[in-house]
């Protein structure tokens, strides 16, 4: 008898705790969603992304971004990463990815993951690996700051999977192989996509990747990099294989461009700093980098191997790799050989009819196909891909000839400049001189600083040292190759050996062929016996107006002080606190960069050379 009320009672318990439980809420994962195709998980908040990354039981499903998402480690519940954020590497010890990748899908819905930092060692990036299968479309990751080892990426320190319409900018930064503006090593496929972030590293170092290669066999086939309609324009150096776009090329390379400034020891490029050539994974399956209806266009500087668009094509195995219809531009990249590629002035590279002729697929006609995929404003810049113009970003023109006010002084808004070697010195002329002053009768040194892009850019300076205290310096200030009628000598002005403040009128040849004469002052400096090095003391300054805001521009050679302001980008002092910072990517931009403010994305037009 008691037991069985016993047992009544506690039936009638269990089923209102039952009835209870299923009249409350389910507890929502992230900001909504199943994580299945039709409902993907949503991340609207810096704590759903976290989450994800602590999550890879979540790998593998659906997500889509709501909202932008600031990472700053300053703000309360961020933190500065010593992984990546998402499928990250979990084990520093043993060789290879320790962790699990996500191979789910990513749709950032066009908003932005901004100001996250990592500091770390492998497979760096918002995702550390990104599987086969893994999808990311439609993501922005900006103002960035990451340093690692090796495999390191703006968005991915690896791919497998596919990413297309994404972008980084910001610093990206490895201490070994295998670094990108965008990705570290690209198995996968990478589309329509852009970096415009500074990179750095040893090899393997790539303004939007940093390896492009076949993986493994897998299956019946190879999985094999593919980029496609993709640029980048973000500074970039780092010691071997050092490329514009990618480091080194072992997959297919199409319809793609960079105009990033690329420095480098060996193994060089303006878009390619190694192109492999075959190599295999055991007969009959193999591999050949390929270039196609590709161009670059940044200044490109190095020791050994260096190419205007590729530095070498070939690996260890001896063959070459394929570069067709592929060009770059020998003025802006001073570079006049190619291990690749056809090189062009920069008015040929401006014209419709370079790339036409060589099958390209322009919008407004159907002979080279109707893709539509390039477009082109004749004689005032080089070709962009369609998608650029599609994505309805506005553009900001700059003209410093035209529109800025030119200022003879150096360091504008704290910025400071580095120093640029002259050529000598030497104990003979490096060009005839039609006449020369009467010297002292100690040695005479010869040397140049090269200016401008004129046919005769090189300006020659003679140092007599006839006086060990007392040197005398004669420089051709109106590059006529006569010493004789450029004023009296100068006289040391500061300390070393000898310093010269001097001004100059460059001749500087803009695209369409005009010629440009802009005024030019530097600082020459001598310590000891050394080579002569020089810097800039003057820049260009104006307001700029961007949306409804003005905004301090300042164009200022930082590096390279040659006159030729186009390759050292522009600065813009965006949060308007009347500083610029050297070391930073947030306010110093290359041309095509994208600009993101108030939510609205900008493109960066520099039309001058």
């Known amino acids: 008898m008691t037991s069985a009320r016993i047992s009544r009672v506690w039936g009638t318990i269990l089923l209102?705790?039952?009835?209870?439980?299923?009249?409350?809420?389910?507890?929502?994962?992230?900001?909504?969603?199943?994580?299945?195709?039709?409902?993907?998980?949503?991340?609207?908040?810096?704590?759903?992304?976290?989450l994800l990354g602590e999550s890879p039981e979540d790998y593998d499903k659906h997500f889509i971004l709501t909202a932008d998402i600031d990472l700053d480690p300053n703000l309360p519940g961020r933190e500065v990463f010593d992984r990546a954020v998402i499928a990250p590497d979990t084990n520093d010890v043993k060789n290879g990815f320790q962790g699990t990748p996500f191979t789910g899908v990513f749709d950032g819905e066009g908003y932005m993951i901004s100001h996250f930092t990592i500091i770390g060692g492998r497979y760096l990036g918002l995702f550390g690996r990104l599987g086969p299968g893994a999808e990311v479309r439609d993501l922005g990751v900006i103002d960035i700051n990451i340093t690692g080892t090796e495999i390191v990426g703006g968005l991915a320190g690896y791919n497998s999977g596919s990413i297309t319409k994404s972008s980084s900018a910001g610093l990206v930064s490895g201490i070994s192989s295998f670094v990108g503006g965008l990705v570290g090593r690209n198995p996968g496929e990478v589309t329509n996509s852009y970096s415009t972030s500074t990179v750095n590293g040893e090899s393997s170092v790539g303004g939007l990747i940093g390896q492009n290669y076949a993986e493994s066999v897998r299956g019946p086939g190879?999985?094999?990099?593919?980029?496609?309609?993709?640029?980048?324009?973000?500074?970039?150096?780092?010691?071997?294989?050092?490329?514009?776009?990618?480091g080194i090329g072992g997959g297919d390379i199409i319809n793609c461009y960079s105009k990033s400034v690329v420095n480098g020891d060996c193994n060089v490029g303006g878009l390619v700093g190694t192109n492999w050539g075959t190599y295999f994974f055991g007969a009959p399956i193999s591999f050949t980098g390929l270039i196609t209806q590709c161009y670059s266009t940044g200044a490109v500087g190095g020791n050994e191997q260096v190419g205007g668009l590729v530095g070498s094509n070939t690996c260890d195995y001896g063959d070459e790799g394929i570069v067709s219809y592929s060009f770059w531009d020998v003025h802006t990249s001073e570079q006049a050989t190619s291990a690749g590629g056809t090189g062009f002035t920069t008015a040929?590279?401006?014209?419709?009819?370079?790339?036409?002729?060589a099958g390209w697929d322009f919008v407004e006609e159907t002979a080279n196909g109707i893709e539509n995929i390039w477009w082109i404003l004749e004689g005032q810049d080089y070709p962009k891909l369609w998608w650029e113009k599609e994505s309805g970003e506005n553009?900001?023109?700059?003209?410093?000839?035209?529109?800025?006010?030119?200022?003879?002084?150096?360091?504008?808004?704290?910025?400071?400049?580095?120093?640029?070697?002259?050529?000598?010195?030497?104990?003979?002329?490096?060009?005839?001189?039609?006449?020369?002053?009467?010297?002292?009768?100690?040695?005479?040194?010869y040397g140049y600083i090269p200016l401008g892009n004129s046919n005769d850019p090189n300006v020659s300076f003679v140092l007599d040292t006839s006086s060990i205290d007392n040197w005398?310096?004669?420089?051709?200030?109106?590059?006529?190759?006569?010493?004789?009628?450029?004023?009296?000598?100068?006289?040391?002005?500061?300390?070393?050996?000898?310093?010269?403040?001097?001004?100059?009128?460059?001749?500087?040849?803009?695209?369409?062929?005009?010629?440009?004469?802009?005024?030019?002052?530097?600082?020459?400096w001598i310590t000891a016996w050394e080579s002569p090095v020089f810097y800039a003391v003057c820049h260009y300054t104006s307001e700029i107006s961007i949306g409804a805001e003005q905004y301090t521009a300042i164009a200022y050679e930082s590096m390279n002080h040659d006159a030729l302001y186009h390759e050292s980008g522009l600065w813009i002092d965006l949060n308007g606190d009347g500083k610029l910072d050297m070391n930073s990517s947030e306010e110093h931009f290359q041309d095509g960069a994208i600009l993101s403010i108030e939510g609205k994305e900008y493109v960066l037009n520099l039309d001058y050379p």
């Open 348 to 357: 040929e590279m401006q014209t419709a009819s370079t790339f036409l002729d």
């Open 395 to 445: 553009e900001i023109v700059i003209n410093i000839d035209t529109d800025f006010e030119y200022v003879p002084q150096g360091w504008p808004l704290g910025l400071w400049p580095g120093q640029t070697p002259a050529v000598g010195l030497s104990a003979d002329p490096y060009e005839i001189l039609a006449k020369e002053p009467q010297y002292g009768a100690g040695q005479v040194l």
């Open 222 to 246: 190879v999985c094999a990099g593919f980029v496609a309609r993709c640029y980048s324009t973000g500074l970039v150096s780092g010691y071997a294989c050092v490329g514009g776009l990618v």
């Open 16 to 50: 209102t705790i039952t009835i209870f439980s299923l009249g409350l809420p389910v507890q929502a994962k992230y900001n909504g969603g199943t994580g299945e195709p039709n409902n993907p998980y949503q991340i609207a908040k810096a704590e759903d992304l976290m």
């Open 472 to 524: 005398l310096l004669y420089v051709d200030i109106n590059n006529n190759e006569d010493l004789t009628d450029d004023g009296p000598p100068r006289q040391n002005e500061g300390t070393g050996k000898f310093a010269s403040v001097m001004s100059f009128h460059v001749e500087v040849i803009s695209a369409s062929g005009e010629t440009i004469v802009r005024p030019y002052e530097l600082r020459l």
